[in-house]
């Protein structure tokens, strides 16, 4: 059957309606639509002749980049899968990730060979070959795989992605998605958000989120506009470069438009080509939204997860007051239930319960743990483990999440991989960690630490431990050394207690940030 809905072909659309065009803005240095199409070309091939094929895992570790995106396009032009992992992880971290995914090759940056060197030096499975990213690298000498692939046609449901994320276990898990899902995913956001070849999208996510890619850059792609990439986060940068690249779109987390909203440049920006300013990751403060709408650019709510693709809902700039706070309706193609978590039957009609999620965009599960995709699912339907609440209308609002998640700075958090980090050190025998309001990062940790028996612990040795075995902005704002946790039913930790106690601490923390 051939295929319908793979991706590689939309850079080759696009590249022959107008090989001229830019599709790249990365740093001041321009790609064009042509010089795209034919590196990623180029470099298909000779990930082909060294043996990758179908079905092979290609791991990154990578700044956002014109680069990267050129493995990207190899990889859908191949039907392999681009596995990027994050480079604020520690190697520990990273090693988990590798071992987890199994890649076929590893890709790295220069500036992160030691990171990937170390992470790939550490796996006790067998280790993939490294290159480098570019054209002085992975494009001009590919090393050979060590279990080759024949080629073969791409096919939908061939892996395009797979996106780790923090999940309630220890370890991250990674989230497949497939060609088929990506183009939904796409699609629905073609007919919520429409883009064209005039558009200007503005890129400020880094490219390990799934919202990198599927959340305007490509479908951006996919009909000839320009990406305007900006690998870190400087809220004056982002300013500049929405007046004097003309951005009309841009996605980013509510920690990132308070930045921008809060900076001296705010009232001087030009901003008025902005059409489209999408927010998402997790609730954003009244004083953001009114901030915005304020200088005639209104934020556009979003709601979703990497294992649904990750659009879910959308609440359009243009909805009233009454719906503020609100994260909107289905993007098409999308369906969404209620459920109520204690008797599992659905919710008719306004009320509260769990959402879960349907649609051609939702993942096909965890990479190599179907016990885990098990457990995720119901039928044709996703759990997202999010309690939210809908009105009459059809309109929803994210309660709370029923999983312990929690999200700092448009991070996703697992307090469960956090715990299992701190009770690596030899005197911490037990850890809960819970996410507290925080004004500027949306959420941050508090940790509750219990040492091992007869031993001293403080604090600041707990967290000079954290530094060393998690990413910064894992890392708790506050951690508490305490004699014993709070215990409910069946022995589990009474997070609900520790919350309560962790507002308390954090009151007194003055606000840091992930670095």
């Known amino acids: 059957m051939t295929a319908r809905h793979v991706v590689g072909p939309w850079l080759s659309a696009s590249a022959e309606r107008d090989p001229h065009r830019i599709a790249i803005d990365d740093r001041g240095v321009t790609v064009t639509y042509g010089e795209l199409e034919e590196r990623s070309a180029a470099l298909a091939q000779r990930l082909q002749q060294a043996g990758y094929g179908p079905g092979h895992l290609i791991a990154s570790v990578a700044v956002s980049s014109a680069d990267h995106v050129v493995l990207f396009f190899a990889c859908a032009r191949l039907g392999a899968a681009l596995v990027p992992i994050s480079w604020r992880l ?19 940056d220069e500036a992160f060979t030691t990171l990937a060197t170390e992470a790939r030096e550490a ?19 590919v090393p050979a795989a060590a279990h080759p692939r024949p080629a073969r046609e791409v096919r939908d449901e061939d892996a395009l992605l797979v996106i780790f994320t923090s999940g309630t276990q220890a370890r991250p898990r990674g989230v497949v998605l497939t060609h088929e899902n990506c183009f939904w ?5 073609a007919g919520a958000m429409p883009l064209g070849q005039e558009d200007v999208v503005l890129s400020i996510l880094p490219q390990f989120h799934v919202a990198a890619w599927n959340v305007q850059p490509l479908l951006a792609w996919w009909r000839g506009a320009t990406v305007v990439i900006e690998p870190t986060f400087q809220p004056r940068r982002v300013l500049q470069l929405i007046a004097q690249r003309r951005v009309t779109a841009v996605m980013g987390v509510p920690t990132q438009y308070a930045a921008l ?5 705010w009232a001087e920006t030009d901003l008025s080509s902005l059409r489209t300013v999408l927010v998402g990751g997790a609730s954003t403060p009244a004083a953001t939204r009114e901030a915005w709408a304020e200088r005639g650019a209104p934020l556009v709510q979003g709601y979703g997860l990497t294992e649904a693709g990750p659009n879910v809902l959308s609440l359009p700039a243009a909805a009233g007051r009454e719906y503020a706070g609100s994260v909107g309706r289905p993007y098409p193609h999308v369906s969404v239930r209620l ?8 919710v008719l009609g306004a009320g509260t319960g769990e959402l879960w999620v349907s649609g051609p965009g939702v993942s096909p599960g965890y990479l190599h ?11 044709q339907w996703l759990r997202t483990g999010d309690l939210v609440r809908r009105d009459a209308t059809g309109v929803y609002w994210v309660v709370d999440r029923l999983k312990d998640i929690y999200i700092s700075g448009g991070e996703n958090v697992a307090p469960a991989e956090v715990e299992h980090a701190l009770e690596l050190h030899p005197l911490v025998a037990r850890a809960a960690v819970v996410g507290v309001p925080d004004a500027t990062w949306g959420e941050r940790g508090v940790a509750f ?20 075995h998690l990413a910064a902005f894992k890392v708790p704002a506050r951690v508490a050394v305490v004699a014993s946790l709070p215990r409910g039913a069946l022995d589990k930790v009474a997070r609900n207690r520790l919350r309560e106690r962790a507002v308390a601490l954090a009151g007194d923390q003055q606000t840091g940030g992930p670095a």
Not at 90 to 108: F, K, N, Q
Not at 123 to 141: C, V, Y
């Open 90 to 108: 520690t190697p520990r971290e990273a090693t988990g990730l590798l071992e987890t995914a199994r890649p076929a090759l590893l890709v790295s």
């Open 123 to 141: 796996m006790s499975a067998p280790r993939p070959p490294h290159a480098h990213l570019g054209s002085q690298g992975i494009e001009a000498h």
């Open 185 to 189: 995913t796409n699609l629905a956001l």
């Open 261 to 265: 909203a809060g900076h001296r440049d």
């Open 339 to 346: 459920t109520d978590p204690a008797s599992g039957v659905e």
């Open 369 to 379: 743990d179907p016990e885990a995709t098990a457990a995720a699912r119901d039928g």
């Open 449 to 468: 630490v219990v040492p091992a028996a007869g031993a001293a612990l403080t604090a600041d040795e707990v967290l000079a431990h954290a530094r060393d």
